[in-house]
Nanobody, 119 residues
């Protein structure tokens, strides 16, 4: 199983980034996918989740209105479009796949991509 994030980097306040996560090794189109963020020394915080079959989307209050999660099952990829970024959005952003498949729980993580918002 692999989740490979990309798209992070340095951006000025007010700017935008689009994160991508390419998945392999599991049945992507049947899996809910999420993005989390983490500050060193703190717990990972959910940013957004997108369901599989129904595509239900949920956003955490902290970034609601400034982020959009989407997925492309043909390419086993989940995206996080981030707009109007603030310095407080600086974090490592992680891709996650978690759920139950064929009665087995799974919880997969990528290695993360650094997002730095600074002038």
């Amino acid at each position: 199983v692999q989740l490979v994030e990309s798209g992070g980097g340095l951006v000025q306040p007010g700017g935008s980034l689009r994160l991508s996560c390419v998945a392999s090794g599991f049945t992507f189109n049947m899996s809910p996918m999420s993005w989390y963020r983490q500050t060193p020394g703190k717990e990972r915080e959910l940013v957004a989740t997108i369901g599989s079959v129904d595509g239900t989307i949920k956003y955490a209050d902290s970034m609601k209105g400034r982020v959009t999660i989407s997925r492309d099952d043909a390419w086993n990829t989940v995206y996080l479009q981030m707009d109007r970024l603030k310095p407080d959005d600086t974090d490592v952003y992680y891709c996650n796949a978690a759920g139950v498949y064929l009665l087995r729980k799974y919880d997969y993580w990528g290695h993360g991509t650094q997002v730095t918002v600074s002038a």
